[in-house]
């Protein structure tokens, strides 16, 4: 199982919106251009953050700006805000384990505590983690390269 790329563009899109943000417009061909990603797809992302609360964007050439300061945004806000996990759990059980086998009955009796600590724990981790985290980071990164 993976998780899709859309958290990880998400991500990149809020590290070209802080980085960018007060040069240019930050505007989804920009941010595709950035990304190496169809616009279309990041329209998507933009719909999908947006509707979280985490972003704001003008309607046509406006941009985009972060709607709330970067230490009150998590990666978790981020994650459930582009990733489709259904009823909220991150493992999707096969449909239709074989009830006439022994393992196949108990499965669910056998994983699912197991499964729902490790998807707390994921998103333990996920919440600790800010997006100032990720502006230090990057700013750390580019004036290296400089």
Same mark, same amino acid.
Request: charged share 20%.
């Given at each position: 199982m993976q998780i899709s790329s859309r958290f990880t563009l998400a991500i990149h899109i809020f590290a070209c919106i802080d980085t960018f943000g007060n040069e240019c417009k930050v505007t989804s061909d920009f941010l595709a251009g950035s990304t190496n990603v169809n616009p279309v797809i990041i329209r998507k992302i933009l719909g999908q953050l947006k509707g979280a609360g985490l972003i704001d964007v003008a309607r046509g050439t406006g941009g985009t700006t972060v709607a709330k300061p970067l230490d009150q945004i998590t990666f978790l806000d981020v994650y459930r805000a582009v990733e489709c996990v259904e009823n909220g759990n991150l493992f999707h059980f096969h449909e239709n384990p074989n009830?006439?086998?022994? @393992?196949?009955?108990?499965?669910?009796?056998? /994983?699912?505590?197991?499964? !729902?600590? @490790?998807?707390?724990?994921?998103?333990?981790? /996920?919440?600790?983690?800010? !997006?100032?985290?990720l502006k230090q980071d990057t700013e750390t990164y580019i004036q290296q390269e400089s």
């Amino acid at each position: 199982m993976q998780i899709s790329s859309r958290f990880t563009l998400a991500i990149h899109i809020f590290a070209c919106i802080d980085t960018f943000g007060n040069e240019c417009k930050v505007t989804s061909d920009f941010l595709a251009g950035s990304t190496n990603v169809n616009p279309v797809i990041i329209r998507k992302i933009l719909g999908q953050l947006k509707g979280a609360g985490l972003i704001d964007v003008a309607r046509g050439t406006g941009g985009t700006t972060v709607a709330k300061p970067l230490d009150q945004i998590t990666f978790l806000d981020v994650y459930r805000a582009v990733e489709c996990v259904e009823n909220g759990n991150l493992f999707h059980f096969h449909e239709n384990p074989n009830s006439n086998c022994p @393992v196949g009955r108990n499965i669910h009796y056998i /994983l699912d505590d197991k499964l !729902l600590r @490790v998807q707390a724990a994921m998103e333990k981790e /996920l919440a600790s983690i800010t !997006l100032e985290d990720l502006k230090q980071d990057t700013e750390t990164y580019i004036q290296q390269e400089s």
